[in-house]
């Protein structure tokens, strides 16, 4: 019951009641008149009495009439199909409000009051069932839908695109038995979120197809292809989610190592003076990642926390004492023999070397980095000789190429590396047979 029945209601009880109340007056006055007739009042009394009554009567049917006129009355909004209108009316029941705006309800239409609050008004949503003709090519298959416009029947029915009508815009309203008339479907994958979307389409772009997946795009994401590129049958569009990050790390700052030269050592032996130690510093970084993965980092700021101590090493240079082995001449070469010799440099990399792995003809491992062994490589002598080049005692240990078959050629083994190697070129040079063979 609202608050206009209620109202009436007590309105009604206070009309019986003040009723009720006028006959007991009634009934004193007759009482009083019995008892004194000589009162000069008694004819007024009875009048007044009589008026207040009257007058309370009058204003209860006023009062009751008035509300009925204000209140019962309530403005109700009624969308019929997508139309929308406004009705005023007295009623609280739908049904009844839309008999009262000549509004019929077919078999299967539906009837949404989710929005309306009787007596308050709100909203009546009617939904009509229509038979849409959707046209592919030649053949023209009706569907049964709810929808109010042309792109929500095409999406009930579960054709997706922008604009997939050719006849109709997405936005035009629903008729009865209309044929829609729709182009072959697009086929296009969307990967996006560890996430594959496959999706039908008439046409768009590929900016078209996120939106219609329901992807949002932040500031930085991307498309492969580009957002605006129209789609193509059997498109793969791969979303690209770009994040920075701001991350502060401690890295190890390598010490150097200083080479210092000792004649009392011999060729070969080494000793260290100082410990290299490590260094730290705190580097402030600006990372970039596309899908979690990085992609790119921007040192924003580094400082040292810890200074990295030199390491200072000593190798030896004195040339070991040649233990002869008696052997005077050997292959048309004899002991002590001098040669005009041309020279060139070799380290133990693939380039030079190959696929020995650093592994020399006489079985010796040689290694970029390791101290000094003076060694060369030729063809023309035993290995195991001592041959002395402008000064310095090498140990021919390895063979070469066709070129190091000539008489005084060598190949001197640099243990720096190949651009050390590279650095050291080529050249003349004296070379004196110390020993042959080992």
Known sequence: MNGFRQFKYKMIALTFSTANIMAQVQTKEIKMINESNASPFKHVTKAVATAVIAFVLIFCIFATTAFAGMAAQYNVVIDDNGKQFTVATEETEPIE?????NITLGANDRLNIAGFTAGEGGTIVVDRLNTVNIQLGDIITPYDVYADTVGEALAEIGIQGINSAVNYQNDEAVVNGMVILVSAPIK???SADGETYNINVSGGTVEDIISLAGITLGGSDYTEPASDTEVTDGMQITVYRME???VTVTETIDYDTT???????EIGDSRIETEGVDGERLVTYKITYVNGEEQSREELSSAVTKEPVTEVKYVGTKAADVTPNGVQSKNGYTLGQKIKGKYTHYCSCAKCCGKS?????????VYTGMPNPYYVACNWLPLG???NVDGTNYTVVDRGGSRLSQTGRIDIYTPEGHAAALKGGTGSCDITIV???W
């Open 188 to 190: 296009v994958s969307v």
């Open 357 to 365: 792995n650093g592994v020399t003809a006489s079985g010796k491992k």
């Open 97 to 101: 409000i839309l008999n009262e705006a």
């Open 385 to 387: 000789s001592v041959i």
């Open 244 to 246: 920075t990050k701001t």
């Open 435 to 437: 020993r042959l063979g």
């Open 259 to 265: 080479t210092k030269t000792d004649s009392s050592m």
